[in-house]
């Protein structure tokens, strides 16, 4: 079961997620969201059906379980286009059961178990990451604000959308950052952007706020200036949906306004995010396919109509902020800060360094799974 996030906070309602079609109405409605949070609905949607179902009796050997499982991650992948969380997961998953269908005396009990061990590890996975980024990303804060200003003490911070507990597996990404803060007591107030038009943040963010009994205040998309000012926001943090190599962004729609009115301010901008979150393989922001939502979701809030009906509709779901505006990209692994003189970031270089220590661990838990 899944939280359905349209009802929060007015109702807290679980949807039941039982196989890969429920996992993709759910991920496309936006019933779930959150890069992080998509991938795992969507693998552990797949791993319930498949538990679930009697398969060693349509599919009579391990290379035609290994076909069943990618032609349904090919489907879920279809779900929503801009977070790549979803894409390389499935790519992780898929990679796995056709080497999972190779091995000596598979078959199919044994592809499907072993997609539905991995899905449950990148559960498990996703919330030891948040929880390390939740940590760096507070070090940074602190560490880049006495830096250049000299100051101490607890910090203003502005975000946006929802990258909390609602939009992971748990603790959150920007969000976690924030949590990390106020454990140490070092948050005077998190300033959190409604996020229109879905308002994920006067919806979500502001629901776990309260719930998590943080100092927190909710403003207006259209107020960010105004508080950056008045307020003296030292930081914004923001998540992303997907980081290009060289840094770029893509993230919730007005980001990219908050990343410019932050450089105004002189306020830090930093993105936290998983590893699973940064495409090498996609160069630039201009290179990031952007979602376009469908025009009722302007035109209404919560059902009500708010615009005329015959109003054209402009209405992407994200934007993607340039490298030049972001002082750095928090991860699991540490932040990613670019080269001096550079506008950018070099994304691959920077996760290079931990991809042999990640193969080397996942190897060494593969023979002690194979002992036990």
Known sequence: EVLDQLKVPHNITYVPVTNSEEAWAVIRSMQVRGAPLIAIVAALGLSVEVSNSKLSSTLLSANDASEFLQNKMDYLRTSRPTAVNLFKCTDELAEGVRNAASEPNASTDSVIKWYVDAAEAMLEADLSANKAIGDFGADAMIENRKATTGKDGPM?????????????????????????????????????????????????????????????????????????????????????????????????????????????????????????????????????????????????????????????????????????????????????????????????????????????????????????
């Open 156 to 372: 203003n911070v502005m975000t946006i959308c929802n990258t909390g507990s609602l939009a992971t597996v748990g603790y959150g990404t920007a969000l976690g950052v924030v949590r990390s803060l106020h454990s140490r007591k070092l948050l005077e107030q998190v300033y959190a952007c409604e996020t229109r038009p879905y308002n994920q943040g006067s919806r979500l963010t502001a629901f776990e706020i309260v719930v998590e009994e943080m100092p927190g205040t909710l403003i207006c998309d259209s107020m960010a200036a105004a508080c950056m000012r008045e307020k003296k926001v030292d930081a914004v943090v923001v998540g992303a949906d997907r980081v290009a190599n060289n840094g770029d962004t893509a993230n919730k729609i007005g980001t990219y306004q908050l990343a410019i009115t932050a450089k105004h301010h002189g306020a830090a901008f930093y993105v936290a995010a998983p590893s699973t979150s940064c495409d090498i393989n996609t160069p630039n922001g201009d290179s990031i396919e952007i979602e376009e939502r469908p025009a009722q979701e302007l035109r209404c809030t919560a059902g009500v109509q708010i615009a005329p009906e015959a109003i054209n509709v402009w209405n992407p779901a994200f934007d993607y902020t340039p490298a030049s505006l972001i002082t750095g990209i928090i991860t699991e692994h540490g932040v990613i800060h670019k080269q001096e003189g550079c506008e950018g970031f070099d994304v691959s270089a920077y996760l290079a360094r931990f991809e042999t220590s990640d193969k080397h661990a996942k190897h060494i838990a593969k023979k002690q799974k194979a002992n036990h």
